[in-house]
């Protein structure tokens, strides 16, 4: 293992000597910014069939229930629209729980309707 180099870290520090201590301060987090916005795009744009089954285990379903509804999602090409958000959104269109939304889809119910809801969004 190589030890560090001294004259190195005076060298890479240059730059920051003459910063004042908010200057540093907000250095410091554009840095980070940089760093963490890229992380949170993608975490915003992307997403799994593993995510969303753990995401409608915490509204409430189980496993049994969970699965049809994200198989179903993936397979109508709504993952991306998250899988609470489709179950939500069709719960509002039929003015039912969240619950009875969500137990229609994993029976294989109201999948027309949960799509064409997201259709309309998509083109309006």
């Known amino acids: 293992m190589n030890k560090p180099d001294s004259t190195s870290f005076e060298e890479r520090r240059k730059h920051l000597a003459s910063l004042s201590d908010e200057e540093l301060y907000n250095y410091f987090w554009e840095l980070t910014a940089k760093v963490v916005d890229p992380l949170l795009e993608l975490g915003k744009k992307n997403t799994t069939p593993a995510i969303e089954r753990s995401v409608l285990l915490r509204m409430g379903f189980s496993s049994l229930e969970a699965a049809p509804i994200v198989d179903g999602i993936v397979a109508r090409g709504l993952i991306g629209k998250g899988a609470g958000h489709v ?35 998509d083109h309006a």
Do not use: N
């Open 87 to 121: 179950v939500w959104k069709l719960s509002e269109a039929l003015g039912v729980s969240v619950r009875d939304a969500g137990v229609a889809l994993a029976s294989g119910k109201h999948w027309d309707e949960a799509v064409a809801l997201f259709k309309e969004v």
